[in-house]
């Protein structure tokens, strides 16, 4: 916690690499580790999309509905439960976990997709304070499981519409601008989830703009990685007995475009199954030039092959240059997922998505 909190006072003085693009990121006194205010205040529940959200009125993009949060003076609390309509009352986790909770008070509400009935539902959030009276909110999570996410899709995310209207996110708070969508707290694995579990074989087209990173080092946030991911055939992560899950593999592939504090030596890798020493990570014999605040483009590809492999393929190309003529990273896949989704996934890196297009490669 404590290397977190030097991270994020780092970055409201200094920003990211090179200064480049940086947000200035304001931490409450309160949120301090081992810090105690001597006034203390009742918690907020704060719902960051808002008090009624829709999943599946698109399609299934994966096997979890995520509700996230935060409830501020997280260090003064005795516990926090949830509850979807009538059911029991379960322990809810908050930051940081040093992964998917990036700030103290932040939560991710995990709701198993098969197991959520039609219609409008109540999530209620119950926070109980060391001191004082409990604090209650609830929501409602509209669920339709009639849809099919059409294929080709396309987005553009400068028109300032609902991002629950256009994709699921999976983790983290995002930010709408006049130019797209924008992690407002870059750390581990932000993410942005569309298309359905039935897709197979697909392209997609990325365009967004990184601003700045936090340098690769070891331990949280960023364990030695620091990237732009792109995720195909995703279903969602799996059980791993943390609340939320941690384990997002196996999946189909994930390529990442990792960056570097040498900015033209950025590099793709792709990731089958975790980096399984069974299924070696490929890394790209070439390397990248990442200039900050320029857009790029990233096209990501995944095809099931005659002798039933899968193959998955990436390149990165910046706006002042032609689409180069081969890809900078494929690889090959047995027995892998036959269908999924795809993943948007900016890790420890400050990014605007200005819009995607899929498009189908069954034939």
């Known amino acids: ?50 008090h009624q959200q ?154 967004l703009t990184v601003h700045g990173f936090i340098p690769p080092a070891p331990g949280p946030p960023t364990y030695n990685v620091t990237h732009f991911g792109v995720a195909l055939r995703w279903r969602g992560h799996h059980t791993d007995g943390r609340q939320p899950s941690r384990k997002w593999y196996p999946l189909g592939a994930q390529g990442e475009f990792l960056l570097k504090n040498e900015l033209d030596s950025c590099q793709w890798r792709i990731l089958f199954d975790g980096g399984n020493k069974n299924k070696p990570i490929q890394y790209a014999s070439g390397r990248n030039r990442l200039i900050p605040e320029q857009r790029m483009t990233i096209k990501a590809q995944v095809q099931t092959m005659p002798d039933s492999r899968t193959r998955y393929r990436f390149k990165q190309w910046t706006s002042v240059q032609a689409e180069p003529a081969t890809w900078d990273v494929e690889g090959f896949e047995a027995g892998d997922y036959p269908s999924g989704a795809l993943c948007l996934v900016p890790h420890n890196s400050d990014v605007t998505i200005h819009s995607v297009q899929v498009v189908s490669l069954d034939n």
């Open 1 to 50: 916690m404590k290397k977190y909190f030097e991270y994020v006072l780092l970055m409201s003085v200094c920003g990211f690499l090179s200064c480049a693009g940086s947000k200035k990121m304001d931490v409450p006194a309160e949120t301090v580790p081992g810090e105690v205010s001597s006034t203390t205040t009742s918690p907020a529940i704060d719902f960051w999309y808002g």
């Open 54 to 207: 829709r999943f599946g009125h698109i399609g299934q993009a994966q096997c979890w509905i995520n509700i996230l949060g935060n409830i501020s003076n997280a260090e003064n609390l005795d516990r926090v439960l949830f509850q979807v309509n009538d059911g029991p009352e379960q322990p809810l986790t908050l930051g940081s976990d040093q992964h998917r909770l990036a700030m103290p008070g932040d939560f991710n509400v995990e709701l198993a997709w098969d197991e959520m009935p039609l219609d409008t539902n109540r999530l209620t959030v119950r926070v109980y304070p060391k001191q004082g009276d409990p604090v209650t909110d609830t929501m409602q999570v509209i669920v339709d499981k009639e849809e099919i996410w059409p294929l080709p899709y396309s987005v553009n995310f400068s028109g300032g519409e609902n991002i629950q209207n256009q994709v699921q996110v999976v983790d983290g708070r995002w930010e709408s601008t006049a130019s797209g969508v924008r992690t407002v707290l870059p750390y581990y694995d932000r993410v942005l989830s569309m298309g359905d579990t039935t897709w197979t074989d697909y392209e997609a087209t990325v365009q």
